[in-house]
Antibody, heavy 122, light 110 residues
Framework: QVHLVESGGGLVTPGGSLRLSCAASGFVFNDYYMIWIRQAPGKGLEWVSH????????NYAGSVKGRFTISRDNAKNSLYLQMNNLRAEDTAVYYC???????????????WGPGTTVTVSS | QSALTQPASVSGSPGQSITISCTGT?????????VSWYQQHPGKVPKLIIFEVTKRPSGVSSRFSGSKSGNTASLTISGLQAEDEADYYC??????????FGGGTKLTVL
């Protein structure tokens, strides 16, 4: 069965750092682009970052560029998000998801983890 | 990158059809057939219901359909059911490897 499970969320003070992890199972992880999406309390979904199958290409939303770093370890079937210089506005549930990846990129997410909550507050 | 524009709310009665619009620009929705739609029930994880504008994943009801005209994509739900009450989000490739969500639409089944 295809599964994604995030971990690493928690309470952090402004300016602090956190590293999120996403463990994948039930599919060939290195065949898929992966993505992080967040949802602030009571708000909509926001694209954060996505990464290519081998990790050689990564892209970021303007709101996190220069502060967040996405990476993956295909040997461990894991996706990561290093978050530095955190701000109150980064408070959200963070989801990792699988992007439907084929001959042509669909940029659609067919498998989602349950999410992990990040709270940035003093 | 500005969010795609969706109506904040729509409503319909059981059995009716409703359409949710998602308006972007010629740089995102209008330029690529890479629009997807997600359904999110309160407290739940989003679920993919339409991808590449019109395609339905396996297991998604045929009552859900997608289309696009110019810079606006649309999600139509026919034969509205109580279980369709949820938030709906559109999502599009926006060029230069950037992606963008719509602001979300709350569907109320009367």
């Amino acid at each position: 069965q295809v599964h994604l499970v995030e971990s690493g969320g928690g309470l952090v003070t402004p300016g602090g750092s956190l590293r999120l992890s996403c463990a994948a199972s039930g599919f060939v992880f290195n065949d898929y682009y992966m993505i992080w999406i967040r949802q602030a309390p009571g708000k909509g979904l926001e694209w954060v970052s996505h990464i290519s199958t081998r990790g050689s290409d990564s892209n970021y939303a303007g709101s996190v560029k220069g502060r967040f770093t996405i990476s993956r370890d295909n040997a461990k079937n894991s996706l990561y998000l290093q978050m530095n210089n955190l701000r109150a506005e980064d408070t959200a549930v963070y989801y990792c998801a699988r992007i439907i990846t084929g001959i042509q990129m669909s940029y659609a997410m067919d498998v989602w983890g349950p999410g992990t909550t990040v709270t940035v507050s003093s | 990158q500005s969010a795609l524009t969706q109506p904040a709310s729509v409503s319909g009665s059981p059995g009716q059809s409703i359409t949710i619009s998602c308006t972007g620009t010629s740089s995102d929705v209008g330029d690529y057939n890479l629009v997807s739609w997600y359904q999110q029930h309160p407290g739940k994880v989003p679920k993919l219901i339409i991808f590449e504008v019109t395609k339905r994943p396996s297991g998604v009801s045929s009552r859900f359909s997608g289309s696009k005209s110019g810079n606006t994509a649309s999600l139509t739900i026919s034969g509205l059911q109580a279980e369709d009450e949820a938030d709906y989000y559109c999502f599009s490739y926006a060029g230069y490897s950037t992606l963008v969500f719509g602001g979300g639409t709350k569907l109320t089944v009367l």
